[in-house]
């Protein structure tokens, strides 16, 4: 199929800057097109040009928002129903019986699904701390799917991409890189080495806790007609108002993304002097077990903190129910502060019970402040 990346080289024609792109892209310019791509609510289309069914050719809704994340991230993206369907499409490439390597600190959903398959028998899971760099470039010799988040989720630990994407791979081999906490303003893993970028559209993409979505961006363009194929045969595609949703939400991702991410170092360097908290985890910090490693390959360090509050489960517990402006909720990367326990959830209770993961939105930094050590402080 010919790549959708025709809009997209503009961003390198014009040197352009990423944010402008989001501005930019995706948009027909067409004389007499609407300015903001329309909300296109169709199952099936008049027969004769080249859609017919919207499962197998798509609508304009959802292309705007493949070539607007495809320019971001330097390739060709597809867009599915939601991170996990993106992310069960890249398994759905591997042969029988392969090997995989899976990241200690993953998405639980991850390590669900890994851990399904591999007890059909479908493929072999290998866990790899997420620092130990060598682990990964030895793995990379014999696996079928190096699969890698960085930064990770909830630990926040940052791979050396570089390096293990340069590693030797098996032929056939699929390196694929989890880059939602970085965001393509931060990271660009095809520009790395990697096979694959995934995000998970429902955090920063969408950015409004408003829609699901998931999207996978490749320059492979047989990888990208498997991919493809497969969301076709399994139906994994994205709704048209999450679509719409998503690309009028990615508009402000520069924006939003820059607002909160100089939030979260005011609110991470204040967490780590904190007298009832006792661990601290941002790339930012420089006391950070993988500091230099973000500094070295990251635009800018995010804006997920996960912190130990001094105490049992309870205590953290208490933290929560204490917030008055940051929301006590799952999910990360909307314009609110979102803030939980994360071992309360299914599938994370190896995590130290007492963490707190804080997804910093786009509030005042002071009055985030203000409620986080009130809560903190009466919680202690």
């Given amino acids: 199929m010919e790549s959708k990346r025709n809009r997209a080289d503009e961003l390198s024609t014009e040197s352009w800057s990423i944010e402008s ?61 939601s991170g996990m369907a993106a992310i069960a499409a890249v398994f759905e490439q591997l042969p029988g019986s392969a090997t995989i390597l899976l990241p200690d600190d993953c998405y639980q959903g991850v390590a669900g699904l890994a851990a399904a398959g591999e007890a059909r028998g479908r493929w072999r899971v290998r866990r790899i701390a997420v620092a130990d ?28 991409l570089r390096a293990i994407c340069a590693a030797p791979r098996k032929e056939g081999a699929i390196l694929a890189v989890d880059n939602t906490f970085a965001t393509p303003l931060n990271q660009r893993p095809l520009q790395l080495g990697a096979n694959i970028s995934m995000l998970s559209a429902t955090k920063f993409i969408g950015g409004h806790s408003d829609l699901l979505g998931g999207i996978v ?36 991702l520069g924006l939003r993304l820059a607002r909160a991410q100089e939030s979260a170092a005011v609110l991470a360097e204040r967490l780590n002097g904190h007298a009832s908290v006792s661990i601290t985890r941002y ?37 929560c129910s204490a917030l008055r402006l ?8 909307a314009v609110e502060s979102t803030m939980e326990r994360r071992a309360g959830i299914p599938g994370q209770e190896h995590l130290p019970p007492s963490l707190l993961r804080l997804s910093v939105g786009i509030e005042n930094a002071e009055d985030l402040w203000r409620d986080l050590d009130r809560a903190l402080r009466a919680a202690g």
């Fill in 133 to 160: 760099t060598a682990a990964w470039i030895e793995g990379c010799r014999d696996a079928d799917l190096i699969w890698l988040e960085s930064p990770s989720n909830p630990l926040l630990a940052v791979a050396d």
């Fill in 217 to 252: 961006t490749v320059n492979d363009p047989r990888l990208y007609a498997a991919l493809r194929h497969t969301r076709e045969l399994t139906g994994a595609t994205p709704g048209t108002l999450e679509c719409f949703l998503a690309v009028r939400g990615v508009r402000t």
């Fill in 21 to 81: 792109w989001l501005v930019a892209g995706g948009r027909d310019r067409s004389p007499g097109a609407p300015l903001n791509v329309p909300l296109v609510p169709a199952s099936n289309f008049v027969l004769g040009e080249r859609r017919a069914y919207s499962r197998d050719d798509g609508t304009p809704t959802w292309e705007a928002l493949e070539e607007i994340v495809g320019g971001m991230e330097g390739g060709d993206a597809l867009a599915f129903a």
């Fill in 283 to 319: 790339p930012g910090l420089p006391g950070h077990a993988t500091h230099a490693v973000a500094r070295e390959q990251l635009g800018g360090f995010g804006t997920i903190i996960s912190f130990d509050v001094r105490g049992d489960a309870e205590a953290a517990e208490s933290v």
């Fill in 326 to 333: 940051i929301q006590h909720a799952t999910s990360l990367g």
